[in-house]
């Protein structure tokens, strides 16, 4: 059975791609949405999880999907943005004021922002003419990269200065309302307008990451790297700064990985992203046990932590093996 799996999928060595004069030009510009989409992500990612609003990524994400689906019975699929960046940002703002609504929590508008979008999406791909594989492709993005247009490209490399300017324009703030939002507005720092440029930025992002990354696997994009960065690093600027690194990681490997055997972008991109996690995890518990237990018997037998470190190792051989295939 596994070998039958293995025949069916269509390998091509990264090299077929990289040699072809049709295909060089098609990867680079998917390769540098995909980055620029990423390097947005990571950094949104660091505030979003330390605030606990992560939800909203996945919020957006969902709501992206009933756009999406407008677009495409509307017949405006080259035009999506058109539709899609209005109504995901309007969503951003609706989940901004329920979430500071004391009858309403965020989490329930979420919840409900959510059902909603993909059952209204679902019931919409009713009336288009290949129902199950646009559902398919909004939900977990197109298993080929020749979607990618100069249009994607043009919104990437906006997209990403903006989020790049701002982070590093109101680093200072940013990092304010993070951690405390009283202390934040005892200095004069308006957190509601800051925290609205955060949601509208990561509104931004999830659109023009859906169509390589899919409508669902885009918020994997902005907690996992975050995620993953703080089982390691304890300061605002290390996490964020190995959250970038986790997440163009990932992406490099999953991206490459996903294009010479022939399946989707953003399943294989989040698959590295949770291998790294709990790698990442795995090591954490080490140092921790380590740092606990210094100088004393440790808690555990040798076995066990022989165990933890082997599991370590398995994943870091597997992260290493699938480079290694897509790359030959």
Do not use: W
């Amino acid at each position: 059975m596994i070998g039958t799996l293995i025949s069916s999928i269509d390998y091509k060595p990264l090299s077929y791609y990289l040699t072809s004069d049709f295909m060089l030009p098609i990867i680079l510009k998917a390769l540098a949405v995909g980055l620029l989409v990423c390097l947005c992500c990571s950094l949104l990612g660091v505030t979003l999880v330390l605030k606990r609003f992560s939800m909203i990524g996945d919020g957006l994400s969902h709501t992206g999907f009933g756009a999406l689906a407008i677009a495409t019975v509307l017949g405006a699929t080259g035009a999506a943005y058109h539709i899609t960046l209005p109504i995901v940002v309007i969503a951003a703002f609706f989940l901004l004021r329920t979430g500071e609504n004391s009858k309403i929590h965020g989490d329930t508008a979420i919840a409900v922002l959510s059902t909603g979008a993909v059952a209204f999406g679902s019931l919409l791909y009713n009336f288009s003419n290949q129902r199950y594989q646009e559902i398919c492709t909004s939900l977990f993005g197109s298993a080929g990269i020749f979607t990618i247009s100069n249009t994607d490209l043009l919104f990437s490399i906006l997209v990403s200065i903006a989020v790049l300017v701002l982070f590093v324009v109101f680093y200072n703030r940013i990092f304010a309302i993070t951690f405390d939002e009283a202390f934040a507005g005892s200095a004069g720092i308006n957190a509601s307008v800051y925290r609205s440029l955060i949601a509208v930025l990561t509104a931004v992002t999830v659109v023009v990451g859906m169509k390589m990354m899919g409508s669902i696997m885009i918020s994997g994009l902005i907690i996992f790297p975050a995620l993953a960065a703080m089982r390691l690093c304890k300061s605002f600027k290390s996490v964020v700064i190995c959250s970038v690194a986790t997440g163009i990681f990932c992406f490099l490997a999953g991206f490459f990985t996903a294009v010479c055997i022939g399946f989707q972008t953003g399943p294989m991109v989040i698959l590295f992203n949770i291998i790294v996690f709990l790698l990442f995890t795995a090591i954490n518990f080490l140092q921790n046990l380590i740092k606990k237990h210094k100088g004393k018997e440790l808690p555990f037998s040798k076995q066990e932590v022989s165990g933890l470190v082997t599991l370590a190792a398995v994943l870091t051989g597997i992260v290493a093996l699938i480079i290694t295939v897509a790359v030959q």
